[in-house]
């Protein structure tokens, strides 16, 4: 079994569980129950996590380099801001699937004062957060 801040992950001889998801971490104003990743698994493509954006939070405008992912909302509404300039807007729900293309400069916010979004996260990349980078809002002229 191993046990540390990414999950008690149970299993052996290729397959793993880690129950209840574990602890939470934070990164980019989203918390993170602990899921599956290279980093406590034997993962190689891919890593899950079920991340929490509280009321009113903002994930601060970064790019997925080079991986895909897709969300499922549990709970809450979310407004994307993306493009080029973040010009483009886009509000899904509980029950949405989104599918984000590598490279797409994006920001996420909670559109509730008072509820959580929750969201279950895949990548098509086994690190958590070490290719995804940060991105400024351009200036508006």
Do not use: Q
Not at 78 to 95: D, I, Q, W
Not at 98 to 104: K, L, Q, R
């Amino acid at each position: 079994m191993h046990n540390d801040e990414f999950g008690s992950v149970e299993g052996a001889d290729g397959i793993f569980t880690i129950r209840g998801g574990g602890n939470a971490r934070a990164w980019n104003g989203i918390r993170y129950k602990s899921g599956m990743s290279a980093k406590n698994v034997a993962a190689k493509k891919l890593s899950m996590n079920v991340a929490t954006i509280p009321p009113g939070g903002v994930a601060r405008a970064h790019i997925h380099v080079d991986f895909e992912v897709m969300l499922y909302i549990l709970a809450g509404r979310v407004r994307h801001e993306y493009g080029p300039t973040l010009e483009y807007t886009l509000e899904n729900e509980a029950g949405d699937f989104i599918f984000i293309e590598p490279g797409i400069p994006h920001e996420v916010f909670n559109m509730s004062e008072t509820e959580p979004v929750v969201a279950v996260v895949a990548r098509s990349d086994a690190s958590e957060w070490e290719n995804i980078v940060g991105f400024t809002r351009p200036a508006k002229v």
